[in-house]
């Protein structure tokens, strides 16, 4: 059987209230764990199932917390983690790094010339547009696959509202997110619909359970969100067969990018999409015209977001391309010895 070791380390956290105090706030929240409602796991929910994907493919997995050794022979993947320790693993093993392990260029130069790396991957292509100029080919567009049998829509789901709003902005305080949201609301309100909202990183007791409850509860989602690499929560919403109707200015707002000389970067928030998953409005002027376009056509059944989703990001799909980025050589030309 086939070994594969996946890494998925924390990130260094600074001292908060003293020096040295990381280990008693990791006691404070796990003690708090079960009162408070868990939300996204972020790239965590990418290791998971990319571990499923592989599984199915009849792999061995084994998940790594920690910089311990890989197993001998294994193949081996880098989610994420800490740049000085991951270079200590790409030191020793070939290995495929990312989406989650660097966030320009500048922070890992010498990736492929001093490192065993094969390939380093980013969720989509506007992503990987970012590092291609310093990576070239070896940049790689890989997305995790979405658990298409646990999210599978069920002639029982109730659809006791007209929409789930989905507020994601990751930047609500500053333009353009801020403000955006209530004339969102207030076009719903305007023309009868019945809603219920839900904001990333808080959501209600239940959790990611909750969330699936209430995408089952809806007939549509409206997605607002700046940007997005991936967007596991939207696609697991097209899975269980809800179209959505998604904010998109089609531009990365990330402050991170003037640290890294970047200032106009074409981005969506869709990045995995095509006309049977919904439809997408640039502005809130263009909300009310795009709102009834998607509606008369939610009406007529024209959508069909799930065939989407078991044609491009089924697990095992998505296990089949991270296993081929895992097999092929590292990049060797100007490797030290």
Request: glycine share 8%; proline share 9%.
């Amino acid at each position: 059987m086939a070994l594969v070791d996946i890494y998925e380390i924390a990130q260094h956290e600074p001292p908060r209230w003293f020096k040295g105090d990381l280990y008693p706030r990791r006691v404070v929240r796990w003690a708090l764990q079960p009162f408070r409602d868990p939300g996204p796991r972020g790239l965590s929910m990418v290791t998971t199932n990319l571990v499923k994907g592989l599984t199915k493919l009849g792999m061995s997995c084994r998940v790594h917390r920690h910089a311990w050794r890989s197993r001998p022979g294994a193949h081996v993947g880098i989610v994420r983690g800490p740049i000085d320790v991951l270079r200590k693993i790409a030191e020793r093993v070939p290995c495929v790094i990312g989406p989650g392990s660097v966030r320009a260029p500048q922070e890992w130069p010498d990736m492929f010339t001093a490192y065993r790396t094969s390939s380093f991957v980013q969720a989509c292509d506007w992503a990987a547009n970012i590092f291609r100029p310093a990576y070239g080919e070896r940049v790689k567009v890989w997305p995790v696959g979405i658990d298409t049998e646990r999210l599978a829509p069920l002639r029982t789901d109730p659809k006791n509202f007209d929409f789930l709003v989905y507020d994601k902005r990751r930047w609500p305080g500053t333009p353009p997110g801020k403000g955006f949201l209530e004339p969102c609301l207030d076009e719903l309100r305007k023309r009868g619909y019945s809603w219920q909202c839900i904001r990333y990183g808080k959501y209600p007791p239940g959790g990611v359970d909750t969330f699936h409850k209430m995408v089952r509860d809806s007939r549509a989602m409206l997605f607002i969100c700046e940007n997005e690499t991936q967007g596991i929560a939207y696609n697991e919403v097209l899975s269980l067969g809800v179209p959505i109707l998604a904010w998109d200015r089609q531009q990365w707002f990330d402050p991170d990018r003037l640290l890294f000389g970047l200032d106009f970067v074409p981005a969506t928030s869709v990045p995995y999409w095509d006309e049977r998953c919904g439809l997408k409005f640039r502005s809130i002027d263009d909300l009310p015209e795009r709102l009834g376009q998607f509606m008369e056509l939610l009406r007529l059944d024209r959508f069909s977001p799930r065939d989407y989703i078991l044609e491009h990001l089924t697990l095992e799909h998505c296990a089949k391309q991270y296993l081929d980025l895992l097999r092929a050589p590292p990049y060797t030309s100007h490797h030290r010895d």
